[in-house]
C-alpha cells in the first residue's frame, strides 16, 4: 500500500488549497478514506472521512462547511478541498486507509496558514 500527498503549502488566512492522495497497491475504490493533520504538539487528529463510493462523508467539527473531501475512484485520488482556512489548521495533513486491518499512511504535506 501506497499513499502519496501533494497540494499543501503557505496561504493567507481566508485562503483556499486543495490536497490530493494518490494510492496504489490496494483496491482502491473498496475502501474508505480519511484525512488527518497533526499541528506541532498536537495529537494527530482526524479530519475528514469518505466511504469506498463516496457516498457518505464525516468531517470534524472544526473543519465543517469549510473542508470537502471527495475522490475520484478512476484516478485512485483522495481530495481534500480547505476553503476559508485558518491559522489553526496548520498542520503535516496525512492520508489514510486502512486494508487487512493494517493501517497506511502517506509522508504527509504540510499546511500553512500565515500572514
Known amino acids: 500500500v501506497q499513499l502519496v500527498e501533494s497540494g499543501g503549502g503557505l496561504v493567507q488566512p481566508g485562503g483556499s488549497l486543495r490536497l490530493s492522495c494518490v494510492a496504489s497497491?490496494?483496491?482502491?475504490?473498496?475502501?474508505?478514506m480519511r484525512w488527518y493533520r497533526q499541528a506541532p504538539g498536537k495529537e494527530r487528529e482526524l479530519v475528514a472521512a469518505?466511504?469506498?463510493?463516496?457516498?457518505?462523508?464525516n468531517y470534524a467539527d472544526s473543519v465543517k462547511g469549510r473542508f470537502t473531501i471527495s475522490r475520484d475512484n478512476a484516478k485512485n485520488t483522495v481530495y481534500l478541498q480547505m476553503n476559508s482556512l485558518k491559522p489553526d489548521d496548520t498542520a503535516v495533513y496525512y492520508c489514510?486507509?486502512?486494508?487487512?486491518?493494517?493501517?497506511?499512511w502517506g509522508q504527509g504535506t504540510q499546511v500553512t496558514v500565515s500572514s
Open positions: 489514510n486507509v486502512v486494508v487487512w486491518m493494517v493501517a497506511a
Open positions: 497497491g490496494f483496491t482502491f475504490s473498496s475502501y474508505g
Open positions: 469518505i466511504t469506498s463510493g463516496g457516498g457518505t462523508t
